[in-house]
């Protein structure tokens, strides 16, 4: 479980983040739902570190890591993967996975290759194609992998979806939710899309002006456009 509880950050004198307190529950996709420029990326940031923590607790488990710096974060099995996909454009897709990885032991990258490539069995006819060859969906899939394949405890993601074809939208929404339950990991994605969402839970949590403002189920947001306009700015 990752617990964040007052979280409050921002930018020097600049507060964003006001205080959110939110479990992220292990084995579940939790959603972060909100337009742009609410505090979504901030508090993504916050957690793995890239940002100080101004008040308040980030804790993983029985584990605080709010005082701790990015590495130890994610020694502490914290992973992230940001907005835009941020793979090595220069390497393979396996020369990715392998970076990613490079700090564990040699004889584990076997097992942990194989478990990877069955989760996300479109990368495996590509594993030495360059990343840089790849589709927006497939780098977005190698990032999840790349992120995955650490074997973390918590999954953060950066809106997923973005720019991404919907068919692969959907194939992406389902390879996480799975991988949130075979793996029991906690895993919280900042989204806006609503068909995604609607694929990987069942009520979302609602960030304004960097507070959490409601928690609402996908079916009621999706079938009431008073409330989009309100929270997605649609
Ligand atoms: N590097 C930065 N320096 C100063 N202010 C920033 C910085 N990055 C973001 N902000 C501000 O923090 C607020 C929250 O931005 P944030 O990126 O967290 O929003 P978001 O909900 O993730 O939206 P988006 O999807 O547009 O990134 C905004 O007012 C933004 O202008």
Known sequence: MLTLSDVRSGYGSTTVLHGVTLEVAAGETTVLLGRNGVGKSTLLRTIIGRLPLTRGSISLGDRELGGLPPHERARAGLAYVPQGRDIFPGLSVLENLRVAVAGTRRREWPARLERTLEEFPQLKPKVNAGGRSLSGGQQQILAIARALITDPRALLLDEPSEGIQPSIVV????????????????????????????????????????????????????????????????
């Open 171 to 234: 194939d992406i929404a389902g390879m996480l939710v799975a991988a949130a339950r075979e793996r029991g990991i906690a895993v919280l994605v900042a989204e806006q899309n609503l068909d995604f969402v609607g694929r990987v839970c069942a009520s979302v949590n609602v960030i304004d002006k960097g507070t959490l403002v409601d928690r609402v189920a996908v079916g009621d947001l999706m079938t009431n456009e008073d409330l989009q306009h309100e929270y997605l700015g649609v």
